[in-house]
């Protein structure tokens, strides 16, 4: 239940954190500031973490590059559990998750290094559950999604195992349900569990799949394939299900709808970093987290499909590298 509530938290911290209004199509928000480059920048980073963060992380470092051709960047996107140990043992000095540390994890840092680690917000995303693009089902509830995807059905619904138990007609009707689905490694996974299984258990039957592209490219090549998978990972060959949320109405995955809290799958993104609290941290990581956070990073998050960070909480998160 705990961390339910955590899930939920992160939702109404979206809408307190944004507080304008904001319309499709995305657009970054004017009052980022732009990125401008210093001296002295140069040396060698890596990157552990999330598969969902994994597109973004190789797109910010490619144009960080561009600023800053004396420096080497390296991303290994596994999943978000990899991240911790990877900080905790200094293989990493970026930790991207797409999900919050777990408080174990984060104990697991501080009985090491003598503090916690830095945890920067770096985008939003809209975790979707997509279904074929010929599939013409109109939208789910997040019973519905529970009764799809648990054994456990910790939300009452009925046991959910073909198309016809969600009411679609003719052919459709006797088809089973396609499950896919991310590993247990996938902060993806972990988010999923906790907030639509309620902190059940997966089916069997969930085809888990080594990377969030892999879950969309999957029910892209299956009719009857449905999964869940982050917003940036949308191709034409898929559809994001409009989802109800405590409202009782179905919300598409857009900005707005996850800054208002009407979807119900709203989270952030993370980057999480060694910095010692009262001390300076190292020029490289801090820019590059600059950078991730200025007007020109923020772009990057929308080219790539997620969620920008309005100008107010992104300089927030700023301060958290700049500050001593």
Known sequence: ???????QFLVAALSCACSVAVAQPVKV?????????????????NSIGSDTLNNLMTLWAESFQAYYPNVKIQIEGKGSSTAPPALIENTAQLGPMSRPMKQAE????????????????????????YVHKDNSIPSLS????????SSTRKSGSLPLATWGDLAMPDTWKSRPLSLYGRNS????????????????????????????????????????GIGYSGIGYMTSGVRPLPLSGADGKPHQPSLENCVSGKYPLARFLYIYV?????????????????????????????KDGYFPLPAEPAAAETKKVTNN
């Open 274 to 302: 060694n910095k010692k609290p009262g001390q300076p941290m190292d020029k490289l990581t801090s820019e590059f987290i600059r950078f991730i956070l200025s007007g020109p990073g923020q772009e990057i998050v929308v």
């Open 29 to 45: 928000d004017e009052k980022l500031p732009p990125y401008e480059t210093v001296s002295g920048v140069s040396g060698n980073l």
């Open 1 to 7: 239940m705990k961390k339910i509530l955590s899930s």
């Open 106 to 129: 984060i104990d697991a840092f501080e009985s090491k290094h003598g503090y916690k680690p830095a945890e920067i917000k770096v985008a939003i995303d809209a975790l979707a559950v």
């Open 142 to 149: 997040m019973k519905q999604v529970d009764g799809i995807f």
């Open 185 to 224: 490694a996938s902060g993806t996974y972990g988010f999923f569990k906790d907030v639509a299984l309620r902190g059940g258990d997966f089916k069997a039957t969930v085809k888990e799949q080594p990377g969030s592209s892999s879950v969309v490219q999957a029910v892209a090549n299956d009719l009857a």
